[in-house]
Structure formats: C-alpha cells, structure tokens
C-alpha cells in the first residue's frame, strides 16, 4: 500500500502495517497548498506529483529516485495533485492538477518511461481557441481556474478519456470574469491517444460559490428508460448525481444527493447562506455502482454555508490563493449532517421512476468521506491538507467543525464491524488516518 502525505512517499505491509520505505522529497520551488491525492502504479514504478511542481517516478521496491526531475518541472502550471496510469499498454501517464493561485490549468499526459509530455489540452482555452469567446473579459482566462483536483476516468475500449474540471477563479468574485467560463464546471471527453476534443457538458456556468463538478466515474452499461446504454457519472459540490449517457451525451436524469436551498444566491459583503456550501456535496470520493443488484452507492457530504466577497475585485498574487471572498460552513440539519450513504438505481425497466432513492441513512458531522459501507470506512476532518487548500479551513467555525468531527465520526457507524488494524500509536491518530473495517 502507498501513501502520499505532503513531501513523503511511504510503502507499507497492508497486511501487517509496517512501513517498508519512505522517499522524502527535497522541496525546489514555492508551495502553496501541499494536498496530494495518490499515485500512479505501473511495470514497478510509482509516479506521483509534488506541491512544488514535479512530476516524479519511483522505484516501488525500493523508494529510490528513478526520474531526474530537473526538466520535467511543470513551468508555468498548475500543481500535479494526483496521477492515474493508462494500463492499456505501454501507456502514458494522466496527471491531475491543482490551480495554483488561481491559474488557468490544462490535462498534459506524460510517457511513462521518460515523463515528456505527450499532448495537452487547456481546460482555460487560449486566446483564438474554441471556448475562448466564453470569457468576456479575456484578461481573466490567464487566471481562471478550472482545476483538476479528483480522479480522471478512461473508456479503456473507445479510448475515451473524461475529465471533471473545476470551478473558475476568483472562487467568489464574478464580476471580473463575465461569461460562461468554459471549460469550468465542465464533464470533458478527449480522445486518450490525441488529446483532441470529442464533446463536453458544462454543469455549473459562471459558478459563484466554488460548486466543482467534481467526479466523472464510475462508467458502467445498464438498462435506462427501456434501452440498453453505457453510462457516465456526473457528480460534483453542487449536490446533484446526473446519469448521462455516453453515447448520445444526453442527461437522462438528475436528483439532489444533499439539501439544496438557497441555491441561486451568489456571494454578498455581508454574506449570504446558500446550501450545499464549500464543504459539501460530492467531494473527492466518488459513487461506486453494484451490478448485481442495479445500485449506485453515493457518498455525500450535506454541509452549508455562508458565502462572503471582498468589498473590491481581489488582485491575483503569486503563489497565493485567489479567492475574492470566504465561506463559513454551517450543517445542514443534525440528521443530514455528514456523510450521507445513499443509493441510487438507474433504472430496469421502461415505465419505472429511474435514479430513484433507495434508502439514506445519515451519519454524524462530518467524515469528509467514506465509501460503500459493506468494504470499508474512512474518517477524516475538514481541517486535512486536501480540504485546507479553502480559506475557509483558517476560520474559527471551520476549526470548530474539524474539532468536532475528529471526535465523532469514527463512533457514527450504524454497522457492526471491527477493526482490522489501525496505523499509529494512539486513538488521535487512527481518527485522523483512513481505517480499514472488517465486517463480522
């Protein structure tokens, strides 16, 4: 098992839970926010992103070094956060990045064995590019946002590679980038071998309140509205799951998977409360879908909050953050506050509601996320390095809030289980580390 936490690689025994090697990366340039969400495996090496900028590969023995950085910074763009790999062949190396300050940010993959770049797209088009025409102001695309900060997915049989692109900055100053702000909040098909465009949906135009679309996956084929479909997943901060259909790229339907009031109010000097608030809805971890029984497991977070701008248009600073305002988060209600585990069908048969609920017990505020209850449960607070790349993680509420869910969480489980170990010396640390359950 590996795990990324700030500048260190760490191997583990998942049987045993002993470490086997830790690779510490020697910091070369500026970091902003240090959230890394993972690494990429393939033929015996581990290539994950680094908050400075770089993308490096090592042994998966050994821990070593086994790509020199130097040229392979990533100059002028936006921090790797996380990488998958092409398992298909010889492949190339998908990696997610993270804005840094604000900055436009485009999907580059990389050959595997030597980390040149393969082809790139820009999720902030270029001046003349199509989309490029959705930023009235075009002085705000060299700073627009449109983040990869969640798992990518891959058609692996049509070589169709979706990407879920992240809200534009300023977060919530919108008054300096007019316009629809393509390809924001946008679920992106791009042809995996050329980089090259095939079709995309925009979910969220001119976001206000910082709703990423946040996951593209799963992909699976089932039977919706009477007709046999391949089907793409679309969830994000918004608090809505979509099914749409990956062919035809209909949206067959929508539901809300968190409260959702207050939804259309943009952010004010005095604030404005608006559900779900920066905290909420899908965040990092995405649905998971059961064939057998034709189910869709969502984990959802069902936080509010109160959206504030600065009083004048916020300037864009160098490796800081480019907000034009904060959120404070607010629970939604006692029950609904947390992560929600709820399922959603798609649909057997023509004439049957589809995506209806099943059932949705709530847990207590907030792991920022779990996952399908009969595998495994992941406690964590709003106040780790993946959630504080907001400013709002610096506010006293959200303190308050992270305090409150560190001591809570783990004992919220309605499901008998036991631990099966647990890394760290302490109760502290196992709450703050995702815990592996067996179920008796």
């Known amino acids: 098992m590996y795990l990324t936490i700030d500048k260190a690689t760490v191997a583990i025994d998942a049987t045993t839970c002993r470490e086997r090697w ?7 340039g500026a970091i902003l926010s240090p959230a890394n969400r993972g690494v990429a495996l393939k033929d015996g090496r581990l290539v994950r992103g680094t908050a400075d900028g770089y993308l490096i590969a ?31 062949g010889p492949g190339d190396l998908r990696s997610g990045r993270r804005r840094l300050g604000g900055r436009r940010t485009g ?6 064995p030597t980390g040149e770049q393969v082809w790139r797209f820009n999720l902030i088009p270029d001046a003349g590019e199509p989309g490029a025409e959705t930023w009235t102001n075009q002085a705000s695309r060299e700073h627009g946002g449109g983040s990869l900060w969640t ?22 100053y919108p008054d300096v980038r007019p316009g629809t702000n393509l390809y924001t909040n946008s679920a992106v098909a791009l042809d995996v071998k050329t980089g090259k ?6 979910f969220g135009p001119n976001d206000a309140n910082d709703r990423d679309l946040s996951q593209v996956s799963p992909l699976f084929s089932a039977t919706v509205k009477g007709k046999p479909r391949n089907l793409l997943t679309v969830s994000g901060k918004d608090g809505l799951l979509r099914m749409v259909d990956r062919d035809s790229h209909d949206v067959l339907y929508e539901l809300p998977i968190t409260t959702r009031t207050d939804f259309d ?43 504030t701008k600065t009083d004048k248009p916020p300037e864009f600073t160098e490796n800081a953050h480019y907000y034009g305002g904060a959120v404070t988060p607010i629970r939604a209600s006692r029950r609904g506050a947390g992560c929600r585990r709820s399922t959603q069908r798609p649909g057997r048969s023509a004439g049957r509601n589809n995506g209806r609920r099943r059932w949705s017990p709530a ?65 502290a640390a196992a709450r703050r580390r995702s815990s592996s359950f067996a179920l008796p």
């Open 22 to 28: 830790t690779y510490n990366w020697e910091q070369k």
């Open 265 to 307: 109010k943009v952010p004010v000097v005095g604030g404005v409360h608006g559900c779900p608030g920066l905290l909420g809805g899908m965040e990092w971890n995405g649905p998971a879908y059961s064939p057998p029984t034709k189910t869709l497991y969502v984990a959802s977070v069902d936080w509010c909050g109160t959206f």
């Open 151 to 172: 798992p990518l997915s891959l058609d692996v049989k049509k070589g169709v590679l979706y990407v879920p692109v992240g809200n534009p900055a300023p977060d919530f």
């Open 58 to 88: 090592l042994d998966m023995a050994k821990g070593t070094l086994l790509v020199e950085p130097e040229d392979r910074r990533c100059q002028d763009q936006p921090v790797p956060e996380h990488a998958a790999a092409d398992l298909r």
């Open 363 to 427: 847990s207590r505020p907030p792991p920022a996320a779990c996952s399908s209850p009969a595998i495994s449960t992941t406690t964590s607070s709003p106040s780790t390095p993946a959630t504080a790349r907001r400013s709002i993680a610096s506010t006293p509420a959200a303190r308050s809030a992270a305090a409150s869910s560190a001591t809570r969480s783990e004992a919220s489980s309605t499901l008998p289980r036991r631990r099966a170990w647990s890394p760290g010396s302490s109760e």
């Open 197 to 202: 465009l095939l079709w995309y949906k925009q």
């Open 107 to 112: 999907s580059a993959p990389s050959s595997w």
